[in-house]
């Protein structure tokens, strides 16, 4: 049998419209109550990537995140909900900027913060992963300033807690060793659903600082890398360039092949995303060759502080693993000869204040 991935419509984050859109995306996989029985202990895992309002479009839109809640306790489970963001940001300080603060008062329902760390594998995972009986995971269609796109796959690295992320991009500093060690986590974090929320999408420089696309749309599956698949169809993108998707796939932890995926609701051909523009194009410098490595010696990028927007709250400094970057009253400076580039502090400055800067050759191959 085909794994099956459903696409539904939801033109905005009304919360009538999207109850009604999410409950048509589980209905389409066979409804919720066939994966969330009376009972069990649940987690909602959304993306929750630093204190974002929510008209940001960087962390996962609270009214999708109720509406999962909503069905998952209609179906007798206890709910609560759980992300590690990046960096030194603590989850309660996230919560309460991104809104899930408001959403579990309003809801009756517990917040979980990584009080407790279990090490599998060696790595570091939130005590409170292994307290529940299944994980719905709710990504956010954004791009990756490292990893080209995160998707349903990459949203589950938020199992690992805090300051421990950026250890693990300080050891393992290269986009592939890091699919390994995003894959390694999934493995252990495997959801049992995924609801991709993509009625607002990021493109260009995300996870934090791209542009926001309306999308009008939500995929869900039970196969986390079947979703990632769909959402690079939906962009024009083959699956397999992605290199999470290619080491789940290569585990066979899921299914990349849009042929052997069966999808409902409405198809990718009618629903094609234009213009949709990833950070880096895989392959571009590989298809040059032996002429590769000199052309790379040319290539230049890394992270800037941008002066206007920085607040000197600490948060990059702290988050950094190579300690690469000062604060100072004047100007705040991110030492690149130090920096491993893996975009830590683009990703948890909650200001805009760092972006990624780049030569002309590196914009020219669309890194």
């Known amino acids: 049998m085909k794994t099956r991935v459903a696409i539904v419509k939801c033109e905005n984050y009304k919360r009538t419209e999207v109850e009604q859109a999410v409950k048509k995306a589980f209905d389409l996989l066979g409804g919720i109550s066939a994966f969330i029985k009376k009972g069990e202990r649940v987690l909602i895992k959304p993306n929750m990537l630093s204190a974002r309002l929510p008209e940001d479009g960087v962390c996962t839109h609270p009214e999708v995140i109720r ?5 998952a306790r209609d179906c007798g489970a206890t709910v609560f909900i759980g992300d590690n963001p990046g960096g030194s940001i603590s989850s309660m300080a996230v919560y309460e900027g991104a809104g899930l603060s408001a959403l579990a008062k309003e809801e009756g329902i517990e ?3 990584a009080k407790g760390i279990k090490v599998v594998n060696n790595i570091p995972i939130a005590a409170y992963i292994f307290e529940c009986d299944k994980i719905i995971n709710i990504p956010k269609m954004k791009t990756h300033s490292l990893m080209g796109l995160t998707g349903a796959v990459k949203n589950m690295y938020g199992a690992v807690a805090g300051l421990h992320k950026s250890e693990l991009h300080k050891k393992y500093p290269s986009p592939e060793e890091f699919a390994k060690v995003l894959v390694d986590t999934f493995e252990i974090a495997k959801p049992s659903l995924v609801l991709m929320d993509a009625i607002v999408s990021m493109d260009q420089g995300g996870p934090a600082s791209g542009r926001l696309k309306d999308t009008g749309l939500l995929i869900a599956g039970t196969d986390s890398v079947a979703v990632d698949s ?3 169809g939906l962009i024009g993108v083959e699956p397999l360039g992605i290199l999470t998707t290619k080491e789940a796939y290569g585990r066979r932890l899921g299914e990349a092949g849009l042929e052997n995926i069966e999808v409902s609701g409405e198809n990718i051909k009618d629903n094609l995303i234009k213009g949709f523009e990833i950070p880096g194009k895989p392959g571009l410098i590989t298809a040059l060759g032996p002429f590769a490595k000199f052309v790379a010696g040319f290539i230049k990028f890394g992270p800037r502080i941008k002066e206007k927007f920085c607040k000197k709250c600490m948060i990059c400094r702290d988050s950094c ?6 604060i100072n009253p004047g100007k705040s400076v991110i030492d690149l000869k130090k920096c491993i580039k893996c975009m830590c502090c683009h990703e948890v400055c909650p200001h805009k204040a760092v972006e990624l800067k780049r030569n002309f050759l590196a914009k020219g191959f669309g890194l």
């Open 321 to 326: 693993p190579v300690s690469a970057i000062t």
């Open 111 to 113: 917040l979980k913060e």
């Open 67 to 71: 509406a999962v809640v909503r069905l």
């Open 230 to 232: 769909v959402f690079a």
